[in-house]
């Protein structure tokens, strides 16, 4: 059945792909104005197909659309309700609290954390398709939405219903934002808005209106499943879907209007009345005629652009209106970000869609900011009837138009790594991506091995194609994404002229499912930023103006010449003989770390502290050279402190009072790259570190357990291997802020050697020790993984990967649990992080040594206020100073802001899961960093240097590595005679072999 079906969606996609090449072939011959043709969505669920019976539960647009689901009909009558205290049952797991609401009236459930299911009987009181109603309020967390998993009678009825949202609600803390010294605006924090909410469930990225549940005439068991977040429920209720008119049945409804004719109201898109994602914030634009203008500052005058792009991410503005009446709606807005792409948003006026049109509305790209009303298809602007006084226009990120081609696309990737597999079985080359293990002066017969390769073929080529033309025909024109998919279709097309030469070309399999994965998440993004809303009477003429050129050439002008007098150093009008404090970090994070010194530590010790923003580590290098260093300097690389100590540029911080207790703070293994013989240089800030990342439900469809020694991932890596997936090995834990620059992103070393036992100098640090038996082990190892065992040798971006599940299980840094979070919503409760892999000890242990990037904090030697400086040292790392910036600057925009302070304590108070604290706990307990020694940053460069000419000239290990071992040698030698340090003084490396704390 399931192949008879796939052939008949492959015949049906045929007939479309023909179909659309005969229209194009029309287009290019016809006289009328270019336009691409538009392709039926239903071509789009012919590819799509049915989902097989062994997938589980389907994907919600196919599960509506099944026959079983379409045959019922739409529900009617008063709603069917439940209370949430009456639940029925609840798990053991699930903390869960009874008590009286006084906003209620009544009973409410406070479900404490985001663990086990609660469960209610709720009755239906016919067939038919049913919305889901819920009262709910959030409990105090993270800066994350609530997600609870819905079953009804116990299953899942389709595959979204794992991961359904309840929004928490923000807005500014002030408004108007406060300035800095040189007038540009600083970022307030964000603030919950509390109370209670209605919800209709739903899902953006796959309807616009709300979800539907079939249900028969009955009894039902709704199951509420923790995923994430605590919150409060008042009521649960099965309600009939909500009819929404057309805009012609909505109009003749109208009354008639008094609305003054010359009315108009602006309203500042920046000035929202709330939003449901810390990520959606204002942004600073500079052109003419924006609103207001920034004259030459940072002014965050427009809201959205890339941080508003996420389906279901909402913004409301309130509208006050002089009469009741019918009013047209204008917005300013550019929506240009990815090209010709539209972007679609559903609107609401006080919590209701007016009207269908308004459902997925359509904004089409456009180069530059424009003002257009809300209107139909002929441009004729829609008309609001709005009784007098204040409104809610609410408008909701929706990208349900273009989920056919997201799971089309999905799909397609699975049918390359089909044939990728197949290919790799015929020719035994169970390797990953670019790696060929077969004899290329062999010739393949494919169509002996498997007659359908070359249809197999033919048939992914043309539905790609069928996806690149649907877009086009959407947004009628190319854009980034379809050109990708047109290189996808031009790649197919190569490999099909020698489909014997597939085993030789297995690569391009791998490179096609990249690209397609990659423009998967750009076609799915919505983005556009707002400059400001006009609500008028429909004959009014607001005459707000738009910049032609001569505009343009003036606004640059007037720029330049403010340029030549206008200050851009944060530092002037300070107060003379302040602490200077150079910072390397995004201005959010300045502007806040300004913002808490003025609040706390001036009023607190009486020093004033003057602020200055940097760019690169670079500059303080030359400033020191220059002899006009700060005295304190914030966000710099790990190796910085020890370069600068070396040629006496760093203070020591031993000397100082309350060293042992603020030295305490921190994890100790880490601080070895801080100590330069016996003495202390710095003060780490934040960390990078590396954790097991798991999709724990393609592991389960394997029968495979997360890995906790290398045993178990040599142990799992044939059954990877033969179903097209891999593993992924860590690379080193470098920080993105220009931190750790004489580190590259490359395969990391450090773990083995420390894991083996092994240490790269001598107890004195003046002689490499890579080629000991310990580090031979080591690089044995590491070498083998990729050489030996097939484990790709360069994965540029493990997010798409792990994402989309050819990498299912891998090694990656703590930014990688930033982007499942943000970026890969639908794998919610579907993937763990765990401590990395280690090597088990005689005594049980798994040892888990690995290094942690991290951001420097320290004094400059030549600073005449050393003891102003390190009490301002010992409140930037006190816990509750790192506390409360790490709570306030993710609240700007969400976990994407997320502070890893190095401080243990404030590191816990960081909204992690118990589950989550727990893995990074134990990973901490196991930080190891190296320290550094003149001549240190050859280390890395021979390292890799060795890895190439073992993996890819073939020189055995420990030839490669005594190799390594002589040059570091010689340039450690060279800078110790240029340091002036003689074979008999040594660097006093404390030996460092037992983690921190207790298990």
Wanted: aromatic share 12%.
């Amino acid at each position: 059945m399931k192949k008879s079906g796939r052939i008949a969606r492959r015949l049906a996609v045929a007939g479309a792909a023909a179909a659309c090449a005969a229209a194009l072939v029309w287009r290019f011959a016809s006289t009328e104005p270019a336009a691409y043709p538009v392709i039926a969505e239903e071509s789009l669920y012919d590819l799509i197909g049915s989902p097989a019976d062994d997938e589980g539960p389907v994907p919600y647009l196919q599960w509506i659309r099944s026959e079983a689901v379409r045959s019922m009909p739409q529900a009617e009558g008063a709603p069917s309700a439940v209370l949430a205290a009456d639940y029925s049952a609840a798990s053991e797991e699930a903390t869960l609290r009874i008590r009286y609401d006084e906003a209620k009236r009544a009973n409410v459930v406070d479900w404490n954390d985001s663990k086990g299911w609660v469960e209610w009987k709720v009755e239906a009181p016919e067939d038919g398709w049913y919305e889901i109603v819920v009262d709910y309020a959030p409990l105090p967390g993270s800066y994350s939405n609530a997600i609870r998993g819905v079953q009804i009678d116990g299953e899942y009825p389709f595959r979204e219903a794992r991961r359904i949202g309840f929004e928490r609600m923000w807005r500014d803390s002030k408004f108007p934002y406060d300035r800095n010294a040189i007038a540009n605006e600083i970022r307030p924090v964000q603030t919950e808005v509390s109370g209670w909410t209605t919800k209709r469930l739903s899902d953006h990225s796959l309807s616009a209106e709300p979800l539907r549940f079939a249900l028969a005439e009955g009894e039902h068991t709704i199951r509420f499943v923790g995923v994430k977040e605590p919150l409060s429920i008042y009521r649960i209720a099965l309600a009939a879907p909500e009819p929404i008119p057309s805009y012609s049945e909505y109009a003749a409804e109208l009354p008639k209007s008094d609305a003054s004719s010359a009315w108009h109201s602006r309203v500042e898109a920046e000035r929202f009345a709330y939003k449901t994602s810390t990520r959606t914030r204002p942004i600073s634009i500079s052109e003419p005629h924006v609103s207001p203008d920034p004259e030459g500052r940072i002014v965050y005058n427009v809201l959205g652009g890339t941080n508003w792009q996420d389906p279901g991410d909402s913004v409301a503005w309130e509208v006050d209106v002089p009469e009741t009446g019918a009013y047209a709606i204008d917005v300013k807005s550019f929506r240009g970000y990815n090209g010709n792409a539209s972007v679609y948003r559903t609107i609401k006026i006080d919590g209701r869609v007016p009207f269908r049109e308004l459902l997925r509305y359509e904004f089409a790209a456009n180069s530059a900011m424009d003002i257009a009303p809300l209107a139909d298809e002929q441009g004729n602007p829609y008309l609001f009837y709005l009784t007098e006084g204040k409104h809610l226009l609410e408008m909701t990120v929706d990208n349900s138009t273009i989920r056919p081609v997201i799971i089309a696309l999905n799909r397609l990737s699975v049918d390359i790594g089909d044939i990728e597999r197949k290919v790799r079985a015929i020719s035994g080359n169970y390797g990953y991506g670019g790696v060929v293990n077969v004899d290329p002066s062999r010739v393949w017969e494919m169509d002996k091995y498997d007659p359908e390769m070359e249809s197999k073929l033919i048939a992914v080529r043309d539905e790609i194609a069928l996806v690149s033309a649907y877009l086009k025909g959407l947004y009628q024109g190319a854009t980034d994404s379809t050109t990708a998919l047109d290189d996808a279709v031009s790649r197919l097309n190569g490999l099909l002229r020698d489909v014997d030469n597939l085993p030789n070309d297995v690569a391009a399999f791998a490179e096609i499912k990249t690209n397609l994965n990659t423009w998967t998440k750009t076609i799915e993004n919505q983005p556009m930023h707002l400059d400001f809303l006009v609500v008028r009477a429909p004959g009014a003429d607001p005459d707000y103006r738009l910049p032609d050129t001569w505009d343009k050439v003036r606004y640059a002008g007037v720029n330049f010449a403010r340029s030549f007098f206008q200050p851009y150093d944060a530092g002037v009008g300070k107060e003379e003989g302040a602490l200077t404090v150079w910072v390397q970090r995004g201005r959010d994070y300045v502007d806040l770390l300004e913002s808490m010194i003025a609040q706390e530590f001036t009023p607190r010790t009486g020093i004033p502290v003057n602020i200055n923003l940097v760019a690169n580590q670079n500059v303080l290098l030359m400033s020191a050279a220059a002899g006009q260093q700060p005295d304190v300097a914030l966000g710099f690389g790990m190796e910085v402190p020890a370069d600068f100590a070396m040629r006496g540029a760093a203070q020591d911080l031993t000397r100082f009072e309350n060293f042992e207790d603020v030295f305490g703070r921190f994890t100790p293994g880490v601080m070895r790259s801080y100590t330069v013989d016996g003495k202390v240089y710095a003060l780490p800030e934040t960390v990078t570190y590396n954790m097991l990342f798991v999709r724990t439900d393609i592991l389960e469809e394997l029968g495979l357990a997360p890995p906790n020694t290398w045993e178990d991932v040599l142990a799992m890596l044939p059954t990877l291997q033969e179903n097209a997936m891999s593993f992924m090995f860590p690379k080193l834990s470098t920080l993105d802020q220009g931190a750790m620059t004489f580190m590259s992103r490359k395969p990391d070393f450090i773990t083995p050697y420390y894991q083996h036992g092994a240490d790269f100098y001598a107890p004195d640090g003046l002689r490499p020790t890579l080629n000991s038996e310990e580090g031979y082990a080591a690089f044995k190892q590491w070498t083998d993984w990729f050489a030996k065992y097939d484990l790709p040798r360069d994965v540029p971006e493990f997010f798409n990967h792990f994402r989309f599940g050819s990498i299912p299980v891998g090694v990656g840094d703590i930014s990688m649990y930033i982007q499942l979070t943000v970026a890969a919503p639908e794998l919610a409760g579907q993937w763990k992080m765990l401590p990395i892999p280690g090597i088990e000890s005689p005594d049980g242990t798994v040892v888990r040594w690995t290094s942690q990037g991290l951001a420097s904090a320290m004094i400059l030697s030549a600073s005449e206020r050393k003891e102003e400086a390190w009490k301002f040292l010992e409140w930037w790392t006190s816990d509750d100073v790192q506390s409360r910036y790490a709570n306030d600057i993710e609240s700007f925009a969400g976990v994407e802001y997320r502070w890893h302070s190095a401080n243990l304590n404030a590191m816990r108070s960081v909204p992690w899961t118990e589950e989550e604290l727990l893995a990074i706990s134990e990973q901490w307990r196991w930080a190891k960093n190296m320290p550094f020694v003149p001549g240190y940053y050859m280390l890395p460069r021979e390292m890799d240097f060795a890895w190439n000419r073992t993996l890819l000239e073939g020189e055995p290990p420990r030839e490669a590595l005594e190799e390594a071992q002589m040059s570091l040698m010689r340039e450690m030698r060279r800078k110790q005679v240029e340091f002036g340090i003689e074979p008999g003084d040594g660097w006093n490396i404390e030996t460092y072999d037992e983690p921190y704390g207790k298990e």
